[in-house]
T-cell receptor
Framework: NAGVTQTPKFQVLKTGQSMTLQCAQD?????MYWYRQDPGMGLRLIYY???????DKGEVPNGYNVSRLNKREFSLRLESAAPSQTSVYFC????????????FGQGTRLTVV | AQSVTQLGSHVSVSEGALVLLRCNYS??????LFWYVQYPNQGLQLLLK??????LVKGINGFEAEFKKSETSFHLTKPSAHMSDAAEYFC??????????????FGSGTQLTVLP
């Protein structure tokens, strides 16, 4: 089983450029999440989607937008990339409310220069 | 509010030695607790979870953790380290059965090095 698949795995952007990180899950999960991981800070939630058609802000949403395209796919968009957005981004999914563990993708390493 | 504190950002052990990674939690409600492992350039993989059924929880790859309410701890152990255990380990907490994965709060991580 593929689980949670993220593309791309690596990306280098120039300041001000835009890009979209793609995520798809094949576990029929209702909820999906985008986290960023920075050294010494663990994982921080950017946005989440509790179910198809809904999205909500997490802890660090500024500079990002998301789209829950359908039950399988949840994308993260950087409209105007900044060096502070250099990070490793993880997509995750879970069954939904009351299912408290998350399943993670392999990550996207983004560098903004 | 809920939080976890991982004591020691880096831990080194010799191959065959005991692995002990420390996690203390703070929660106003009975928590669910998790340990995740992250191998280099990979995502997080669930090692084990505590959901109030049993205080001693066994996970994959020979790891286990014990929930101690009196000490507010959920330390991760493995009797004998293997080179393949070298990775970063994250403790995480949630609000128990009323929570959802969006409420997962992660610790800052502990990098485990296994020396030959």
């Amino acid at each position: 089983n593929a689980g949670v698949t993220q593309t791309p795995k690596f990306q280098v952007l120039k300041t001000g450029q835009s890009m979209t990180l793609q995520c798809a899950q094949d576990m029929n999960h209702n909820s999906m999440y985008w986290y960023r991981q920075d050294p010494g800070m663990g994982l921080r939630l950017i946005y989440y989607s509790a179910s198809e058609g809904t999205t909500d802000k997490g802890e660090v949403p500024n500079g990002y937008n998301v789209s829950r395209l359908n039950k399988r796919e949840f994308s993260l968009r950087l409209e105007s990339a900044a060096p502070s957005q250099t990070s490793v981004y993880f997509c995750a999914s879970s069954e939904g409310v009351g299912r408290t563990e998350a399943f993670f993708g392999q990550g996207t390493r983004l560098t903004v220069v | 509010a809920q939080s976890v504190t991982q004591l020691g950002s880096h831990v080194s052990v010799s191959e065959g030695a005991l692995v002990l990674l420390r996690c203390n939690y703070s929660s106003s409600v009975p928590p669910y607790l998790f340990w995740y492992v992250q191998y280099p350039n990979q995502g997080l993989q669930l090692l084990l979870k505590y959901t109030s059924a049993a205080t001693l929880v066994k996970g994959i790859n020979g790891f286990e953790a014990e929930f101690k309410k009196s000490e507010t701890s959920f330390h991760l152990t493995k009797p004998s380290a293997h080179m393949s255990d070298a990775a970063e380990y994250f403790c995480a907490i949630n609000r128990g059965s009323s929570g959802s994965a969006r409420q997962l709060t992660f610790g800052s991580g502990t990098q485990l090095t296994v020396l030959p």
